[in-house]
């Protein structure tokens, strides 16, 4: 791979062209409703197109829109959907392309993230995937600048992914996302049904996630590893389903949007 990773799904998952993609962003971010002023610490938001998920992701990410300028660091983490990764993968590139600019790589925290026994350099687990790169134009709209810690999770365990959250961990100049869709291709009951289930053990910081509930259920299940050590809890922003957003009802796919905040005294 070059020094820069190339957008793999722009054109098809989101709008290639910069002023299109811009102006769709800030409408899913200007949509959502109202919600904590709390500053999150970590969000769960999902990565289909955004034409199905881009609403709910719009949910999540409005919770950032006052922290442009504070966070200067984002951990994202998702699924391994192209490749096999027998348990995480960072790439050796420099900087992620997107239509709205190249992202830098926190160089300094891929070389912590190495010396890791689970962690591999691979560009080819990246250079397909789209579970990381639909996040960023969303996090370019709210953020400005920041650098970006990109990482695809593979059959890694909880107690791994939560290790590795807590290497980069940081303070309120770190923000951790969690790339993740519910449930495929259930009839809209059923999938509403399932996926109300995962959102109550996500609140529940439950780590004991499966695949069948959510793809990116290995970073999730790390990621609720670390919340509940570190004393946080998860609120549900969003759940809805492609069956409300885009798409019919025969065969749809779960999407939630959520935010983890240090509990309140």
């Not at 993609?21 to 949509?31: F, H, K, T």
């Not at 500053?39 to 881009?54: E, Q, R, T, V």
């Not at 391994?80 to 050796?92: D, F, K, N, T």
Request: charged share 20%; net charge negative.
């Amino acid at each position: 791979m070059s020094a820069i990773r190339r957008s793999a799904v722009a054109g098809r998952f989101y709008p290639r062209e910069p002023a299109d993609l811009a102006v769709q962003v800030a409408e899913y971010i200007a949509r959502a409703a109202p919600g904590d002023v709390r500053a999150p610490k970590a969000l769960i938001a999902p990565h289909a197109g955004y034409m199905y998920s881009g609403p709910v992701a719009g949910t999540a990410y409005a919770r950032l829109a006052p922290l442009a300028g504070r966070i200067s660091r984002v951990v994202l983490a998702g699924p391994a959907h192209r490749v096999y990764v027998p348990g995480v993968a960072i790439p050796s590139a420099s900087a992620f392309d997107s239509p709205l600019g190249a992202v830098e790589l926190d160089a300094e925290a891929l070389a912590l993230l190495r010396s890791l026994p689970f962690v591999e350099v691979s560009d080819e687990a990246h250079a397909l995937e789209h579970s990381l790169e639909v996040h960023v134009p969303f996090l370019q709209s709210v953020l400005g600048r920041f650098r970006l810690v990109p990482i695809v999770v593979g059959d890694a365990t909880p107690a791994q992914v939560a290790r590795m959250f807590d290497a980069l961990w940081g303070g309120d100049e770190t923000l951790i996302v969690v790339s993740s869709d519910l449930s495929h291709y259930l009839p809209y009951a059923q999938a509403c049904e399932r996926d109300r289930a995962t959102a109550a053990a996500i609140v529940g910081l439950d780590a004991r996630l499966d695949p069948e509930e959510a793809c990116g259920a290995a970073p999730i299940n790390g990621l609720l590893e670390a919340a509940r050590a570190r004393g946080l809890s998860a609120e549900l922003l969003d759940l809805r389903t492609s069956g409300d957003t885009a798409g019919d009802r025969d065969r749809v796919v779960g999407y939630g949007a959520f935010a983890f905040c240090p509990r309140t005294p």
